[in-house]
């Protein structure tokens, strides 16, 4: 089945740019999705990008796709402590249910 | 405004009962997903369901059930068999257009403890 990797922690400092990245095993999915989770909450889509895409903009959020090397990331410019939460990176492989990774804890000092 | 409604917010289990989790949407979708968080892991699949009546195990469904009677409602039961209940559990559902490429949309979870 396909497997999604994220590192488990980032903190960064307010104002700085967070990188959070997220490697996959399966390159069949056609969406490829960023879910934000606030502390005791559910997830909210935060972004996504197609995968005949390298990159897409969206106000402070940039996401990169590498099909090649299976990698994809996620950009956040001028981090805020608002932005502090987990962030969770879904892949779906082909035609079945999206696999999400473990999570990566942004954690924003001021 | 459409969501997805799940409650209680808090649950708790004594040994040996069984307790059920609420999940009903009002945003017309078709398929609907239970989902197991642990901290510091991914989310698990439980169970999903693409339709009405009908509902696939997925990777963690031992000690749990559910039921698809209604499009709006999918409830699942945490069972006395579910050895170790206590995790954060999310619904979500998505349209019914290739329903497995589209964005997941969740509740904001029922988190259940052991007394």
């Known amino acids: 089945g396909e497997d999604v990797e994220q590192s488990l922690f980032l903190s960064v400092r307010e104002g700085d740019s967070s990188v959070i990245n997220c490697t996959y095993t399966?390159?069949?999915?056609?969406?490829l999705y960023w879910y934000k989770q606030e502390p005791g909450a559910g997830l909210q889509l935060l972004t996504y990008?197609?995968?005949?895409?390298d990159m897409k903009q969206d106000q402070r959020l940039t996401v990169l796709l590498n099909k090649k090397d299976k990698h994809l990331s996620l950009r956040i410019a001028d981090t805020q402590t608002g932005d502090s939460a987990i962030y969770f990176c879904a892949v779906p492989p082909g035609s079945y249910i999206p696999t999400f990774g473990r999570g990566t804890s942004l954690i924003v000092h001021p | 405004d459409g969501g997805i409604t799940q409650s209680p917010k808090y649950l708790f289990r004594k040994e040996g009962q069984n307790v059920t989790l609420s999940c009903e949407q009002n945003?017309?979708?078709?398929?609907m997903y239970w989902y197991r968080q642990d901290p510091g892991q991914g989310l698990r699949l439980i169970y999903y369901?693409?339709?009405?009546?009908?509902?696939q195990k997925g990777d963690i469904a031992e000690g749990y059930s559910v039921s698809r009677e209604k499009k709006e409602s999918f409830p699942l039961t945490v069972t006395s068999a579910q050895k170790n209940p206590t995790a954060f559990y999310l619904c979500?559902?998505?349209?019914?257009?290739?329903?497995?490429?589209?964005?997941?949309?969740f509740g904001d979870g029922t988190r259940l403890s052991i007394l």
């Open positions: 369901s693409q339709i009405v009546n009908d509902f």
């Open positions: 399966d390159s069949s999915s056609t969406y």
């Open positions: 990008i197609f995968s005949n895409m």
């Open positions: 979500a559902s998505t349209r019914d257009t290739s329903p497995f490429q589209a964005p997941q949309h």
């Open positions: 945003l017309n979708h078709d398929a």
